[in-house]
């Protein structure tokens, strides 16, 4: 099969700009306290009222990303604005720190325990000063980046369940985020703070989580640094290895290091190749390292995010290096992603499918799908599918 890039670049750019980005601007923003409903049926159609931050903070930043980076529409930018405002208001204590669920109206309903409503806020904030000029927005995502890097070896704090003395574990997630975090928001950092950061989140994610006797990153780890043979220890998450690859992949290219790229890509195709279902096709969402069994009982669905993500790995994987391993893989989970996630009757994606591919849940966005993995990948997608369409 020979690749039509031109073709790919306009279907991806139609399905964000014609259909994805209109659903979410109509049919999320609550016009009357603020913020977004993220909670939506398949037609769009509002199921539950509660905001959850951390998803407040992906919509400001999609929004604010697209003003940026694709046209200057006032409709995006009063968009992201709108929603920056309520979080402003309503989305911390006043001393940035930022809960995790409100009501419709504001209220605080979970406490800040989760490290993912600061990260958001930072970019969300970060990416909206870039538009606006405004250097309150400044200040609260670099005061609010401040926070993050100072939990980053105590995430929940106070909030953390473990036992005292119990086994100690770090995870994988928190250094994968701040290589994209530091890398959006860059233009307010101090260079010699930045470098020292990337630094750091390039060898925890390339030198300490991945494993080269397994070739493929582990969820948790040891404080020291070793495999733990616990349900945590072996977990496996092969969609955020992959997100990851990307993520380091735009810090290889930043950086100019080729030798990190192309061992981002490597590990990629080592996650894509371990986490596929060869029996019905689409990547797992968990697995253990020894084959044992998961914990999760949603370990076998298909998850819209874990398929896009590798959408944007693997077509960023080639336009870096050439390597037709990827172009093979994107296409593949092209025909996997267009067969299975999207709604051929309404805009915007399913999220959750079973092991066979099947529906699970018809909404468009809940307590953990929002307006941000679907439009973020099609953007990106469509900016490299054109990229390669004009090399042709």
């Known amino acids: 099969m020979t690749t039509n890039f031109k073709q ?9 700009l014609d259909k994805v980005v209109p659903f979410w601007l109509d049919k999320s923003q609550d016009t ?14 509002v199921f539950d009222t509660d905001k959850f931050v951390w998803l407040q903070g992906r919509e400001v930043w999609m929004f604010a990303t697209l003003y940026n980076k694709v046209e200057k529409r006032q409709e995006w930018l009063d968009c992201a604005i709108q929603g920056a405002e309520f979080l402003k208001k309503n989305g911390h204590d006043g001393q940035l720190n930022w809960y995790f669920a409100l009501d419709r109206e504001g209220h605080p309903l979970v406490e800040p325990y989760n490290i993912f409503s600061y990260t958001f806020a930072v970019i969300a904030f970060g990416q909206l000063s870039l538009a606006t000029g405004n ?8 005061r609010t980046f401040d926070i993050v890097l100072s939990k980053v070896d105590n ?7 473990a036992a005292p003395g119990a086994r100690a574990l770090k995870s994988f997630a928190l250094p994968m985020i701040l290589c994209n975090v530091a890398l959006e928001i860059e233009p307010l950092l101090d260079p010699d703070f930045m470098r020292r950061t990337i630094d750091t989140c390039i060898h925890e994610v390339m030198d300490v989580f991945y494993r080269p006797e397994l070739g493929l990153i582990v969820e ?40 990190l790229i192309d061992k981002a890509v490597q590990i990629a ?3 894509a190749e371990y986490g596929w279902d060869k029996q019905y096709g689409g990547i797992f969402y968990f697995m253990d390292r020894l084959g044992r069994p998961c914990q999760q009982l949603e370990w ?22 050439g390597n037709a391993k990827c172009l093979e893989w994107f296409e593949r989970v092209h025909e996997y992603v267009w067969n299975h996630f999207a709604d051929p009757e309404h805009p915007e994606w399913f999220g959750y499918l079973n092991r066979r591919g099947e529906v699970l849940l018809p ?17 990106q997608c469509w900016q490299i599918l054109e990229d390669l369409a004009g090399r042709t």
Not at 8 to 16: C, D, G, I, V
Not at 228 to 239: A, E, H, S, T, W
């Open 32 to 45: 009357q306290y603020g913020g977004y409903f993220t909670c939506l049926e398949r037609d769009g159609s």
């Open 363 to 379: 909404l468009k966005g809940g307590k953990w799908k929002g307006c941000f993995h679907v439009p973020r990948g099609l953007f």
């Open 135 to 142: 250097n309150e927005y400044a200040d609260i995502a670099k």
């Open 300 to 321: 076998d669905q298909k998850l819209w995010w874990v398929h896009i993500e590798t959408l944007i790995t693997m077509l960023k994987g080639y336009q870096l290096t």
């Open 220 to 259: 948790h780890l040891g404080t020291d640094g070793q495999l733990v043979d616990c349900f945590d220890g072996r977990l496996l998450n092969p969609g955020h290895a992959i997100e990851a690859m990307w993520f380091i992949m735009d810090l290889g290219k930043r950086l100019g290091r080729q030798d």
């Open 8 to 16: 790919l670049a306009e279907q991806y750019k139609h399905e964000l």
């Open 155 to 161: 995430p929940k704090g106070k909030w953390n369940k």
């Open 269 to 271: 195709l080592n996650e």
